[in-house]
């Protein structure tokens, strides 16, 4: 049987990693042999869709059984409905919770995530490869053992406040103290430099719209009506319509790209809105 254990370092000695969707590493481990395969977590530094990328990765390799410490929502509905198993709460290195999984010890818990989503997404300051992941995160990467199961506070990401300050122009003189041609003139310079703000306000408007909302974009032409991108996406994106896959509900698209890769006639790509 294959198990993935999530850990700090890349040894059957190193210490569960307490989050699933960031952790350093996957171990991937044949309990008949104790053989392994260390996978690093590439989207651990994701501000947006890390458990979902990493259960992707999971269920890619064909584990039968997942033991971390933690996992959230959508991470924990990608695994299920792959039907791994998940066993979370663990504590200790990657070889003691094997050793106890095999031997009965640790059963696979409720079927609910044991955490919020975006949980383990901090303002730390770490200086490593867990950059921006909080104390507990650096913690995790330097290998110390941890005294409790107990999670850390969760520490809210606080979006950058923006603010816009009204540009200042020179305004042109009341009419009455220029002749008309000079105050035509500063009417025409006025109304160049208006001209320049809006155009520069519609390309930031039109850029920001672009990396606001990307969604799946389907063709029908060669879309078979399988139904594996509906089967694949963990928001319920995806409809059957008409024996045709369909976008229903754009707003809960994470561009996660789940519905692209399990496509088999790459009728799907991922487009602006």
């Known amino acids: 049987m294959k198990v993935c254990v999530t850990a700090v370092g890349a040894s059957l000695d190193a210490q569960v990693d307490l989050r699933f969707g960031r952790c350093a590493y996957f171990m991937i481990v044949d309990t008949s042999n104790m053989k392994f395969e260390a996978l690093p977590n590439v989207g651990a530094g994701a501000m947006h869709g890390a458990g979902v990328q990493a259960a992707q990765m999971v269920v890619n390799k064909g584990v039968q059984v997942v033991i971390t410490g933690s996992v959230g929502p959508n991470a924990h ?8 198993k998940i ?48 104390r507990r995160g650096m913690r995790a990467f330097s290998g ?6 107990c999670p850390q506070p969760i520490v809210q990401w606080q979006p950058p406040e923006y603010s816009y300050q009204e540009p200042i122009y020179d305004q042109p003189a009341p009419p009455t103290s220029l002749k008309p041609q000079d105050e035509l003139a500063s009417l025409e310079d006025y109304r160049k430099k208006l001209g320049d703000e809006l155009r520069s306000i519609e390309a930031r408007t039109k850029e920001l719209k672009d990396l606001a909302q990307k969604i799946p974009k389907i063709n029908l032409n060669t879309c078979n009506g399988c139904g594996a991108c509906i089967n694949a996406c963990p928001n319920r994106v995806l409809g ?10 754009a707003e809960a698209c994470t561009n996660c790209g789940l519905c692209t890769n399990s496509c088999p006639n790459n ?3 991922i487009q602006s809105v």
């Open 144 to 149: 110390a053992s941890y005294q409790s199961t």
């Open 87 to 134: 066993i979370a709460g663990a504590v200790g290195t990657v070889r003691e919770v094997v050793d106890r999984y095999k031997s009965g010890q640790l059963q696979e818990g409720a079927d609910l995530p044991n955490v919020p989503a975006h949980f383990g997404v901090g303002m730390g300051r770490g200086t490593g490869r867990r950059l921006g992941m909080g």
């Open 267 to 269: 009728a799907i790509e």
């Open 240 to 249: 059957l319509v008409n024996g045709k896959a369909r976008v229903i509900h």
């Open 77 to 84: 509905q990608v695994l299920s409905a792959a039907g791994i």
